[in-house]
């Protein structure tokens, strides 16, 4: 009898007593605010392939002609396709971020990302460099370069 009641009847103990007082969870509830055509959006976006080495090689090759940029060893770079004015992918343009490495944990190299991976606002002060690529027209653009924080 002791037997039974360790193996069938402590776990289902030990399940009620966890979920005391909290409402059942599903797998399928969305975040508030969020629509299954958003979501299924944003898998799209992410589940996108990413920009071409020899692509990435290109762009570098052209950044690292700027006097603001100079030696790409000194960058975490990060690399994604951009994104059109509907918010689907645009393997037109390649964008990319450059954050100083060595400091608040980044780390000098190339990361290729998926689109939309690394946006993400920071208020800390170090040099960075963002821009974009245009691979029709060949063109690239720095949007910015400096510090993060200027005084």
Not at 117 to 133: H, I, M, T
């Amino acid at each position: 009898m002791m037997v039974v009641f360790r193996f069938i009847i402590a776990p289902l103990l030990i399940q009620t007593v966890g979920s005391c007082g909290e409402p059942p969870a599903s797998r399928n509830d969305l975040p508030d605010g969020f629509t299954p055509k958003m979501v299924e959006h944003y898998e799209r976006i992410t589940s996108h392939r990413k920009p071409s080495v020899e692509l990435i090689d290109a762009v570098e090759a052209q950044v690292a002609r700027d006097r603001c940029v100079g030696d790409l060893k000194r960058w975490e770079r990060l690399y994604s396709f951009g994104l059109d004015d509907r918010r689907e992918v645009d393997e037109t343009k390649v964008l990319f971020h450059y954050r100083q490495a060595g400091v608040y944990g980044f780390k000098a190299g190339r990361k290729v990302t998926k689109p939309a991976e690394w946006v993400n606002p920071d208020d800390r002060d170090y040099a960075l460099a963002f821009g974009s690529f245009d691979r029709q027209s060949g063109n690239l653009v720095i949007d910015f370069c400096g510090q993060n924080l200027p005084s």
